[in-house]
Structure formats: structure tokens, C-alpha cells
């Protein structure tokens, strides 16, 4: 395969799957940690207006789903970027920075866990992911 189309295939599926397993976790943080009574979830205003409400644990699984989404992300983008997996796990774990920096400005969380989420989540799991990929895949050495 062509390395530029393999490095963007990478690319894509790695942010699709750590998209996909960030939304599985958001989906099912209420059904394990209720949010506080009275508060939707799914609706921006009322977390606007109750985000006073909620305790540190509430905030356990949108923590898990940005740092286990891009931890996937940047697994399967170096496993289909093979020799390109730094470059892949670097853009993969920036999509995801530049996500939680969105997420910063339109979800009233805490400043704590905003700091926490994005200097905890996003790009040391895009390290990780990209040491784990060469341990599991060592043909992807990178030259």
C-alpha cells in the first residue's frame, strides 16, 4: 500500500475507534455514577445550570473516556501505520488535545478537572499508546 494513503487510513481509523470508545463510556457513565437528581445529562443547559451538583465522581468517566478514547486511537492508528507510528499516534493524540480544548468551552466543568483532563488524558496516553503499539507490534520500527 502506498505509505501516505496507509499513514491516512491510520489516521482515520484511529480517530473513529477513539471516537467510538470515548461515546461508549460518556453513554454509559450514567447508568454506573447517576448524575445528581434532577440533571440531564444530554442536555447542555442543565449541566450549565447544575453543574454546582456535582461531585468529583461524577467526572470519573468523561476523564476515562477522553484518556482510554485516545489511548485506542493511537493503538490502532500505529498498528495500521506500522513504520509511521509516532507520526500517526502524534496527530491522533493532537485530534484529541484540540477535542478536549473544545470541550473546555462548551461543557461548564470545574477548572480542576479541565486541567486534569487535558494534561492527564490527552497526550500522555498518546505516548503511551505509540510505546505500547512498537512493543506489540516490533516490525513497526520507525526508521
Same mark, same amino acid.
Given at each position: 500500500m502506498n505509505p501516505l494513503l496507509r499513514r491516512i487510513l491510520a489516521v482515520i481509523v484511529g480517530v473513529v475507534l477513539g471516537?467510538?470508545?470515548? *461515546?461508549?463510556?460518556?453513554m454509559i457513565s450514567?447508568?454506573?455514577i447517576p448524575p445528581p437528581a434532577g440533571v440531564n445529562v444530554n442536555d447542555p443547559?442543565?449541566? @450549565?445550570?447544575? *453543574?454546582?451538583?456535582?461531585?468529583?465522581r461524577h467526572f470519573l468517566f468523561p476523564f476515562l473516556a477522553h484518556a482510554l478514547g485516545t489511548l485506542a486511537g493511537v493503538i490502532a492508528a500505529g498498528w495500521v501505520a506500522g513504520?509511521? @507510528?509516532k507520526l500517526?499516534?502524534?496527530i491522533v493524540?493532537?485530534?484529541f488535545l484540540l477535542g478536549g480544548i473544545a470541550a473546555c468551552f462548551m461543557i461548564p466543568a470545574p477548572?480542576?478537572? *479541565?486541567a486534569a483532563d487535558l494534561m492527564l488524558a490527552c497526550l500522555p496516553m498518546a505516548w503511551l499508546g505509540q510505546t505500547w503499539v512498537g512493543r506489540l507490534r516490533?516490525?513497526?520500527?520507525? @526508521?
Open positions: 471516537g467510538v470508545v470515548n *461515546m461508549a463510556l460518556v450514567p447508568l454506573v443547559e442543565s449541566l @450549565r445550570v447544575s *453543574m454546582h451538583l456535582f461531585e468529583p513504520a509511521a @507510528r500517526a499516534a502524534g493524540g493532537g485530534f477548572k480542576w478537572f *479541565m516490533p516490525d513497526a520500527v520507525v @526508521r
